[in-house]
């Protein structure tokens, strides 16, 4: 069983750039959440995928967009990068379903450093 | 929305002593609270979890407790042992929200 993996591992970008994130959940699983963790922090939701749907999000601006895919991987795209977006931004995978939580599995994310 | 308090921020002990870390929460709808270990390096790995219907939950040398009431939850870690060493956060569901973490150190 594969898990959760993400790219690139590391990315260096510019103060007005635009980035993308990507994300492969793990097998069997149709969920995609996107979480931010700045330095020294817990992470915090930005938004969640089921069914290639937005189906929650955090308190994060529209700058921060997503995508999921019929095979259920994701991006997370981040435009008009802020020096405050430097960040490691972790994926996490579900299988949803049913009206409980189910377990989210993270993948060792993408250390964003923006200049 | 949830808010998350996490206590201490930092925790060292002597291997074989235990650890205690602490957590609130602010949304009486929450009904899931899983804890996770986060190693350098690594994105948050899920080390025990409790359901709101539940008061305490073991798994060999860790257990987490659940006050409803006082919307209090606790992990314990006991004969702590230097692979320990890591950080710790506690989560609450509605929406997975995290505390702030604890950096657990475990000293040979």
Excluded: M
């Excluded at chain 1, 995609?32 to 069914?51: E, H, K, N, T």
């Excluded at chain 2, 929460?25 to 690594?42: I, T």
């Excluded at chain 2, 060999?60 to 209090?72: E, F, G, S």
């Amino acid at each position: 069983e594969t898990g959760v993996t993400q790219s690139p591992t590391h990315l260096i970008k510019t103060r007005g750039q635009q980035v993308t994130l990507r994300c492969s959940s793990q097998s069997g699983h149709n969920t995609v959440s996107w979480y931010q963790q700045a330095l020294g922090q817990g992470p915090q939701f930005i938004f969640q995928y089921y069914r290639e749907e937005e189906n929650g999000r955090g308190n994060f601006p529209p700058r921060f967009s997503g995508l999921q895919f019929p095979n259920y991987s994701s991006e997370l795209n981040v435009n008009a990068l802020e020096l405050d977006d430097s960040a490691l931004y972790l994926c996490a995978s579900s299988r949803q379903g049913g009206a409980e939580y189910n377990e989210q599995f993270f993948g060792p994310g993408t250390r964003l450093t923006v200049l | 929305g949830e808010n998350v308090e996490q206590h201490p921020s930092t925790l060292s002990v002597q291997e074989g002593d235990s650890a205690v870390i602490k957590c609130t929460y602010s949304d009486s709808a929450s009904n899931y609270f899983p804890w996770y270990k986060q190693e350098l390096g690594k994105g948050p790995q899920l080390i025990i979890d409790i359901r709101s219907n539940v008061g305490e939950k073991k798994d060999q040398r860790i257990a987490v407790t659940l006050n409803k009431t006082a919307k209090h939850f606790s992990l314990h870690i006991t004969e702590t042992q230097p692979e320990d060493s890591a950080v710790y956060f506690c989560a609450a569901v509605g929406q997975l929200t995290f505390g702030s973490g604890t950096q657990l150190t475990v000293l040979p």
